[in-house]
């Protein structure tokens, strides 16, 4: 018998390798702003942002570019947008991406983000996120993961896609999607993540026909 699994319903999502360069002029970058005060204060971000955590910041534009950063993001998003729509943008602009230093007992709670496209990813993880109090067997641990949610759960479509964070892991998904990340316990080290929000052309994204 021959069989062929379609997956075609839900949200469509992107990981991608951020590259090695890339990764490290980011963390030596966000080194040099945890030193700088003064800097520090200019770009925080906190209280505009759902998270629960030590320190958030706007990474800068100029920087961003300079890098490389905004190249990757827009690299990604338009091959994902070709394959998924066979439609080429011509538009790409990052509205915001900023900085997330999460320590233990810190968390994000249930949230969305705004434009189109959006995306999560990790610059430094802890060797161990923690585990349960108590036993629990083969139960899986979630402390400090990233879990996408979207609809409710039911038979054959699960509502969760749970992330385990490895370092250089980023995740592209529609701005719409809900995410959280629970608190991590067991360690002082830190578990850095990077975000970004951006638009694409409003012809593609428009799927209710308006263009």
């Known amino acids: 018998m021959e069989a062929k699994f379609i997956k075609t319903f839900g949200p469509s999502i992107v990981k991608a390798k951020i590259p090695e360069k890339l990764l490290n002029d980011l963390n030596e970058y966000v080194d040099k702003i945890i030193e700088d005060k003064e800097k520090a204060k200019k770009l925080d971000l906190g209280p505009k942002l759902a998270g629960d955590v030590t320190q958030e910041f706007q990474l800068e534009g100029e ?48 949230h969305w983000h705004s434009g189109h496209i959006s995306g999560a990813g990790f610059l430094k993880v802890p060797k161990t996120l923690g585990s349960h109090l108590q036993d629990k067997g083969d139960k899986k641990y979630s402390g400090g993961n990233l879990n996408l949610i979207h609809g409710s759960n039911m038979f054959l479509s699960r509502s969760m896609y749970e992330i385990k964070p490895e370092v250089g892991d980023f995740y592209f998904f529609p701005h719409y999607v ?6 991590f316990k067991g360690t002082e080290e830190e578990r850095r993540s990077i975000s970004f929000n951006a638009t694409i052309d409003e012809r593609i994204y428009d799927v209710y026909g308006k263009y």
């Open 63 to 110: 920087f961003a570019k300079k890098i490389g950063w905004l190249g990757f993001l827009a690299n990604v998003t338009s091959q994902w947008i070709k394959f998924e729509t066979g439609k080429k943008i011509t538009e790409f602009n990052v509205t915001s991406s900023w900085i997330v230093r999460q320590f233990k007992n810190e968390y994000n709670p249930i």
């Open 178 to 183: 809900m995410h959280t990340v629970y608190p």
